[in-house]
């Protein structure tokens, strides 16, 4: 039955522009939107122009548009206030032909502005374009430029990590009621990776005698994006600690990722060994390295996971394949757990998702568990993930009575009111705690972090010190002075495609990812399992670093009693070298090595380190703009760590003076300077701390309000006196410091004891007590406590 109007055979005798009701029922109603591009460069700078030509419906005077892209997306911020400057977005009418008797639109001007949180999740970042004083007809066009060029700026910096089918999605308001409408047909852009820049080796850090492992070769652009279809040659030679050199040669992958597996090496003498790979590059030096320790291990085996890795199941970057896959192939992962948003994710989608992660379940080689991402907000106890340990349908999205096991319903395909499910979190714990062995439930810092006031005992073994997010000691920290048997982990919480110790983006993802250690009786769902819910867990900031703590038989994670004769011991394997270690008993330093002041400071050689947050929530990133002013002695080399993209830098201002802008999140940066003689310099170090531009023109400062500027002066005479100084600032962990360090090379292996006696622990008490330490290159790890009760004396 056709229920259409005839205006021909119904309407009668009436006044019309010519042909214009034809032309306008063969449009689309709410138009059409177009992009001259289909691929970008991740990284690149470049103006990109998009066109939103008006459909059937036309805009009304008052009506807005919202060209509008995802949250997660680290695309370089929009500006409208200077159009020379970069990043400049544009929006310019074009009226379209007119049919006789058609009147033309009177709109007078368009109105551009930028907003963050300009619209809904997912496609929360928008470009606002208002319609000023008129309306627009059928057929009319806006031109949107991103990174308008032609006042002179730079354009616009792209997305940093790889996506396949970016989307750009247009909304319209037709009737200027702020009631939006999905413009049919996204743009779709794919981001792919730049040329190559680095060569990485990803190998165990610890292994025992004769135990057979891979090594992966991986090659990556400057934004640490996988290279794709480079099919280079190269050598891998492995070096014994006294065995002559292993050659082998290999190839990168001629199609997808840049990436070879060599497979079967062992080590069948204990020791340091190093494996050194190249590849041939006409413009590149191209050498990488790792190192392995080989000895002989109990029954435990250190294995290398990423429990918190989101896909586009979600809010995350490429499909589930894709990224589960890459935490496979790419990262080099033992073991991988898959996160929903479980607000956000269909039934269909979970279930798809669920049956690929059994399929790609492999004990002996990779361990892929599911998991949900309880995303409840702080006031109701804060994001909580649940790993499902055991084998079957987990049970999620509704449990053997049909509740609800979701926190919230929606998501951009739900219509309607937000239903609550599982909410607060109590009902998260009465919805699992009748089976704690088959689940563990992780506290973590992410947009939403958890509030301690809760805790569940049996389920939450864990929680999370370190993700893409940041670096949160403090929240492990704050757990165990709470009294909370927890042990510590780290995870990417990925967002963008790049799990395994994820590279950092340059928004509000900006630090590296993490992974958590694991030290497994075996390489299985269940013995994964069971030793993550023991916590002999340790957690690293991305690298493939090892750390354990012990008393005696007892291992990190364990209740244990001191016997007054029996010390800590700990050891610790890196890359970079050890600089410092620190023995917490919860959130109390009780015990700490400097490895700098051990081998001797320098005297030409001084380190300036920033590092923190602003806050403990979603928008933590301390923005620094500094300077290093040395006077009395000359600059003779600058060397940074930490800093983790290309627009964390420095640069020599003139003959006194270094300049400085990077981002902490948690993490620390650091800048070493070689002088002519450190005791004859005065050094000034002066820098602002802004926040993340959430609203407003990020051509703006953002002060911190509470901590909006610093400057510190010292000698250094005063420093080679006395050891460090460090100025902390209102804030979360944040700090400066302006210390003197060694010239001699830190220790890559790093091993000793702590007498429990010396420390003045109060007998009877249980103390929870845990390793951190830091390398040369800012790098960390934490152990899991040990939840130790001191002897009567």
């Known amino acids: 039955m056709n229920n259409a109007f005839d205006p021909r055979s119904e309407a009668g005798d009436y006044t019309a522009p010519q042909g214009l009701y034809e032309q306008n029922k063969g449009n689309p109603f709410l138009g059409r939107f177009t992009c001259e591009r289909?691929?970008?460069?991740?990284?690149?700078?470049?103006?990109?122009?998009?066109?939103?030509?008006?459909?059937?419906?036309?805009?009304?005077?008052?009506?807005?548009?919202?060209?509008?892209?995802?949250?997660?997306?680290?695309?370089?911020?929009?500006?409208?206030?200077?159009?020379?400057?970069?990043?400049?977005?544009?929006?310019?009418?074009?009226?379209?032909?007119?049919?006789?008797?058609?009147?033309?639109?009177?709109?007078?001007?368009?109105?551009?502005?930028?907003?963050?949180?300009?619209?809904?999740?997912?496609?929360?970042?928008?470009?606002?374009?208002?319609?000023?004083?008129?309306?627009?007809?059928?057929?009319?066009?806006?031109?949107?430029?991103?990174?308008?060029?032609?006042?002179?700026?730079?354009?616009?910096?792209?997305?940093?990590?790889?996506?396949?089918?970016?989307?750009?999605?247009?909304?319209?308001?037709?009737?200027?009621?702020?009631?939006?409408?999905?413009?049919?047909?996204?743009?779709?852009?794919?981001?792919?990776?730049?040329?190559?820049?680095?060569?990485?080796?990803?190998?165990?850090?610890?292994?025992?005698?004769?135990?057979?492992f891979d090594a992966i070769v991986r090659l990556d652009d400057a934004w640490g994006n996988t290279c794709q279809d480079t099919p280079l040659a190269g050598t891998l030679m492995l070096h014994g600690p006294e065995e002559p050199p292993q050659t082998q040669p290999f190839a990168l992958s001629s199609q997808g990722w840049a990436v070879a597996r060599v497979p079967g090496y062992r080590l069948p003498t204990p020791g340091e060994w190093r494996l050194a790979c190249e590849v041939p590059h006409p413009l590149l030096s191209l050498k990488a390295e790792a190192h392995v320790n080989a000895s002989e291990l109990s029954a435990l085996r250190p294995l290398y996971a990423d429990l918190h890795v989101h896909s586009d199941d979600t809010i995350g970057t490429n499909d589930t394949l894709y990224?589960?896959?890459?935490?496979?192939?790419?990262?080099?992962?033992?073991?991988?757990?898959?996160?929903?948003?479980?607000?956000?994710?269909?039934?269909?989608?979970?279930?798809?998702?669920?049956?690929?992660?059994?399929?790609?379940?492999?004990?002996?080689?990779?361990?892929?568990?599911?998991?949900?991402?309880?995303?409840?907000?702080?006031?109701?106890?804060?994001?909580?993930?649940?790993?499902?340990?055991?084998?079957?349908?987990?049970?999620?999205?509704?449990?053997?009575?049909?509740?609800?096991?979701?926190s919230f319903?929606?998501?951009?395909?739900?219509?309607?009111?937000?239903?609550?499910?599982?909410?607060?979190?109590?009902?998260?714990?009465?919805?699992?705690?009748?089976?704690?062995?088959?689940?563990?439930?992780?506290?973590?810092?992410?947009?939403?972090?958890?509030?301690?006031?809760?805790?569940?005992?049996?389920?939450?073994?864990?929680?999370?010190?370190?993700?893409?997010?940041?670096?949160?000691?403090?929240?492990?920290?704050?757990?165990?002075?709470?009294?909370?048997?927890?042990?510590?982990?780290?995870?990417?919480?990925?967002?963008?495609?790049?799990?395994?110790?994820?590279?950092?983006?340059?928004?509000?993802?900006?630090?590296?990812?993490?992974?958590?250690?694991?030290?497994?009786?075996?390489?299985?769902?269940?013995?994964?399992?069971?030793?993550?819910?023991?916590?002999?867990?340790?957690?690293?900031?991305?690298?493939?670093?090892?750390?354990?703590?012990?008393?005696?038989?007892?291992?990190?994670?364990?209740?244990?009693?001191?016997?007054?004769?029996?010390?800590?011991?700990?050891?610790?394997?890196?890359?970079?070298?050890?600089e410092s270690v620190r023995l917490f008993r919860g959130d109390q330093c009780i015990w700490e090595r400097d490895l700098h002041q051990e081998l001797g400071w320098s005297d030409t050689r001084v380190r300036i380190r920033v590092g923190g947050a602003r806050i403990k929530d979603r928008y933590r990133g301390a923005y620094w703009d500094g300077s290093i002013e040395v006077l009395g002695t000359t600059i003779r080399a600058v060397d940074t760590h930490g800093f983790d993209h290309p627009e964390q830098t420095t640069w020599r201002e003139n003959t006194t003076t270094m300049r400085f802008k990077t981002a902490t999140h948690g993490d620390t940066d650091s800048i070493e300077l070689t002088l002519g003689a450190l005791r004859d310099a005065r050094i000034k170090v002066k820098a602002r701390i802004d926040g993340y531009v959430k609203v407003g023109s990020p051509l703006k400062r953002q002060p911190f309000v509470h901590a909006p500027e610093v400057e510190v002066s010292i000698s250094g005479a005063e420093l080679l006196a006395g050891g460090k100084f460090q100025e902390e600032l209102s804030g979360t962990e944040l700090i400066l410091h302006i210390e003197p360090i060694t010239e001699q090379p830190l220790p890559r292996e790093l091993a000793g004891e702590v007498n429990l006696v010396g420390l003045g622990l109060a007998p009877d008490l249980e103390h929870p007590l845990f390793i951190t330490a830091r390398q040369r290159d800012q790098s960390r790890v934490w152990t899991s406590a040990m939840f130790v009760t001191a002897e009567h004396r």
Request: aromatic share 10%; net charge negative.
């Open 323 to 406: 990224n589960l896959s890459y935490g496979r192939d790419v990262a080099g992962l033992d073991v991988l757990g898959y996160t929903a948003n479980d607000f956000n994710i269909t039934e269909a989608r979970w279930n798809k998702a669920v049956e690929l992660i059994h399929s790609l379940n492999e004990p002996g080689r990779f361990v892929c568990y599911p998991g949900t991402e309880w995303c409840g907000n702080s006031a109701a106890g804060g994001d909580r993930n649940i790993v499902f340990l055991g084998e079957g349908k987990p049970r999620f999205p509704f449990d053997e009575q049909g509740r609800l096991m979701r």
């Open 409 to 578: 319903e929606w998501n951009e395909f739900t219509q309607g009111t937000i239903r609550p499910g599982t909410w607060p979190v109590d009902d998260l714990y009465a919805a699992y705690a009748d089976a704690p062995e088959s689940h563990l439930m992780i506290p973590h810092v992410g947009g939403r972090r958890c509030n301690l006031d809760w805790h569940h005992p049996q389920l939450e073994r864990l929680v999370e010190v370190g993700s893409a997010w940041g670096q949160f000691h403090w929240v492990y920290a704050e757990a165990l002075a709470r009294g909370y048997r927890v042990g510590a982990v780290a995870n990417s919480d990925e967002h963008q495609g790049r799990c395994g110790g994820g590279v950092p983006a340059t928004a509000v993802f900006g630090s590296r990812g993490g992974l958590t250690g694991v030290l497994a009786a075996r390489f299985d769902r269940q013995g994964v399992g069971q030793a993550l819910r023991a916590r002999r867990t340790f957690a690293t900031t991305g690298e493939r670093s090892f750390a354990s703590l012990r008393l005696g038989k007892h291992w990190m994670g364990e209740v244990c009693e001191a016997d007054g004769a029996t010390p800590l011991s700990y050891h610790l394997l890196g890359e970079a070298g050890w």
């Open 38 to 212: 289909r691929q970008l460069v991740a990284g690149e700078w470049t103006e990109l122009t998009l066109v939103y030509e008006v459909g059937a419906s036309g805009l009304a005077d008052g009506a807005w548009l919202k060209l509008a892209f995802k949250f997660y997306s680290d695309w370089a911020l929009f500006q409208t206030s200077e159009p020379s400057a970069a990043n400049f977005v544009s929006a310019e009418y074009q009226a379209g032909p007119l049919v006789p008797g058609q009147s033309p639109a009177t709109v007078q001007h368009l109105k551009v502005r930028f907003d963050q949180k300009g619209h809904e999740r997912p496609f929360q970042k928008a470009v606002l374009i208002d319609i000023v004083d008129g309306y627009l007809n059928p057929g009319d066009r806006i031109t949107i430029r991103l990174g308008d060029r032609r006042h002179g700026g730079a354009g616009t910096r792209v997305q940093s990590f790889v996506e396949k089918d970016f989307r750009f999605r247009m909304f319209i308001d037709p009737l200027g009621s702020s009631k939006f409408a999905e413009v049919p047909g996204d743009c779709l852009l794919d981001i792919v990776p730049g040329p190559p820049a680095t060569l990485k080796v990803i190998a165990p850090r610890l292994v025992g005698l004769n135990e057979s």
